[in-house]
């Protein structure tokens, strides 16, 4: 594990290259060693050795980012707290994580009754990258609260030794990176996809290029893209739904890499996007915050033959050091070909969900795999693999409603509605009704229009206990603060 | 169109979004001045106001649309 050695050398190495470009303003990887010295040596003479999980809250600066750096060099985690959350939320999680010490560069402190540092307000140290001796594998890296169903937040740590065998394994996908690339950092500091945004750039000395939180998101990637000569960037497939109406203005032939996580891909908006980006290769990468950030990987192909399940692009195979299989309901793995809960194993594998055995015990468990006992993670996700060992995404196990008896999935409700109503964006939502029965709601983004067309054609492709009941037009789909559709909201649409 | 006519559209066009009236249409109105104005409805507030003057935006408008005056500058532009 030689993960923070790198990041050190790495920043070494690049001092008169660009490391940040916040606001339109650079800071070189020297100006970063030099915010990282000065935060080091704050936490050195106010933060005990033994208190290792400090939380940070997430500003868009380089102090924000130089703060995680920092936290690693001493062998600590960060939890991020956005100073944006409700205030409730953000107390639980500093109460479960047990921080005491914050890291803010606020100008006046966000929490009170913590230890603050200030970390705008450091007087200026000797550079000091070199990381204490004492950092282990096993030492955790970050946690990160997700929401939980039960409305409490639930933590997954990740150790050192994950987030290294992730980086190991992204290496190895082939994604060339190189201290001349440009790479766009969209994602909120409480996402996960934010922690590859600014380490793969970092470890290869490379630019990043952050999103201000007051600016259009979509936009503002549009403009960074053009403006900079974007040459690498993850992002959320919502964001192309934001922009497909913009298409057509929009040419990058500097995009090298231009990869997509989070959420489902639809291959007939990775091939109108293709086109913007004429020389880019497109990925799309799959995997929860439970598994470290990402951990299967496909690349699209431009000349075609790519697979997809009801217009949904493939998700790929496992990255190196991952173990995926497909189960039934007893854990039993199913056939090639057959429907299942995609389980994950391996390094990038977080130890369990922080504090909350009760979770742990429904979403981990013990199977033998090749004559191994091997510990797997319950994603949710209903998947198929194909003979050639592609993974293919259906739909949310929890999605997977149950209408009348029958199994229904959502994401086959979707894909006919949007192929009869031309290039409209639809969510299908179950919901329970007041007579406590499940029926299947459509909300379509757009004006109202009259929807006996798209329902006669429904029901030339799906049986009927498939048809939408009711339907709702919404001018534009919510997004939740990790820039996905907020399924949660658009269900409150129906009752 | 006068700049005065253009405000009063654009107020039409925030009001049927909001559901209030409670901003000044000065030229230095920004989102953060008015309630419920947030990334969400600032798309649908948007594509109100492309209707209501028959426009359309290019995505390089829509990061310079930061308040009123810029706005009804960019507007005039284009009818």
Redesign the interface.
């Given at each position: 594990m030689n993960l923070i050695s790198n990041i050190q050398k790495s920043i070494e190495d690049n001092y008169d290259h660009n490391a940040f470009c916040i606001r339109n303003k650079y800071y070189s990887y020297k100006d970063f060693a030099q915010v990282v010295s000065n935060i080091r040596q704050a936490i050195q003479t106010s933060v005990e050795k033994t208190e290792v999980i400090i939380g940070l809250v997430t500003n868009d600066d380089i102090e924000t980012y130089a703060s995680i750096i920092t936290l690693w060099m001493e062998g600590k985690a960060y939890v991020p707290l956005n100073p944006e959350f409700p205030v409730n939320r953000n107390h639980t999680v500093i109460k479960q994580a047990g921080i005491k010490t914050i890291l803010d560069s606020s100008t006046d402190k966000i929490f009170n009754n913590y230890n603050t540092i200030l970390t705008k307000k450091l007087p200026a140290s000797e550079i000091n990258l070199c990381p204490v001796d004492h950092i282990s594998e096993e030492d955790l890296a970050y946690i990160f609260f997700t929401s939980g169903t039960t409305g409490t937040p639930k933590g997954v740590p990740i150790t050192f030794n994950s987030l290294s065998g992730f980086t190991e394994a992204f290496w190895k996908l082939g994604y060339e990176l190189t201290n001349a690339d440009r790479c766009l950092q969209m994602f909120e500091l409480t996402f996960d996809l934010s922690v590859f945004s600014y380490l793969a750039p970092i470890l290869k000395g490379a630019c990043i290029y952050t999103i201000p939180k007051?600016?259009?998101?979509y936009?503002?990637i549009?403009?960074l893209m053009e403006d900079y000569k974007l040459t690498f960037a993850l992002m959320v497939p919502s964001i192309l739904h934001?922009?497909r109406p913009?298409f057509d203005?929009?040419d990058c032939p500097d995009m090298k890499y231009s990869l997509f996580c989070g959420e489902a891909l639809p291959l007939d908006v990775t091939e109108e996007w293709s086109k913007c980006l004429p020389n880019a290769t497109i990925a799309n990468v799959y995997g929860p915050t439970e598994c470290t950030i990402f951990c299967t990987d496909y690349t699209y192909k431009r000349k075609g033959g790519n697979k997809s399940h009801n217009g949904v692009l493939t998700i790929g195979k496992d990255m190196f050091d991952t173990t995926t299989i497909i189960v039934d309901d007893d854990n039993n793995e199913v056939k090639t070909g057959e429907k299942g809960e995609l389980c994950l194993s391996g390094v990038q594998l977080t130890s369990g969900y922080w504090k909350n055995e009760e979770k742990n015990k429904e979403a981990f468990f013990f199977k033998d795999y090749k004559g191994k006992e091997t510990r797997f993670y319950r994603t949710g996700d209903l998947c198929t693999v194909d003979e050639e060992g592609d993974i293919l995404y259906l739909g949310r196990v929890d999605f997977q409603a149950k209408i009348q008896g029958f199994r229904v999935e959502l994401s086959e409700i979707e894909f006919h509605s949007k192929a009869s109503l031309d290039k409209m964006n639809v969510v299908a939502i179950a919901f329970d009704n007041a007579m406590n029965t499940t029926e299947i709601g459509l909300v379509i983004e757009s004006q109202k229009f009259e929807t006996d067309q798209l329902l006669e054609e429904l029901k030339t492709k799906l049986p009927h206990y498939m048809i939408p009941t009711q339907i709702r037009f919404v001018?534009?789909f919510?997004?939740n603060t990790n820039g996905k559709t907020d399924r949660k909201k658009l269900k409150e649409l129906f009752s | 169109m006068e700049t005065t006519e253009i405000k009063e559209k654009i107020s039409e066009a925030l009001e049927s979004v909001l559901g209030h009236s409670n901003f000044e249409t000065n030229d230095e109105l920004t989102a953060q001045d008015v309630d419920g104005w947030d990334s969400l409805s600032h798309m649908m507030i948007i594509t109100k106001i492309e209707e209501q003057f028959d426009i359309k935006f290019k995505l390089r408008d829509l990061n310079k649309l930061k308040n009123l005056g810029s706005l009804v500058s960019v507007i005039q532009g284009k009818i």
């Open positions: 007051d600016e259009i998101k936009s503002y549009f403009e934001y922009l913009y203005e929009i001018d534009n919510p997004l | -």
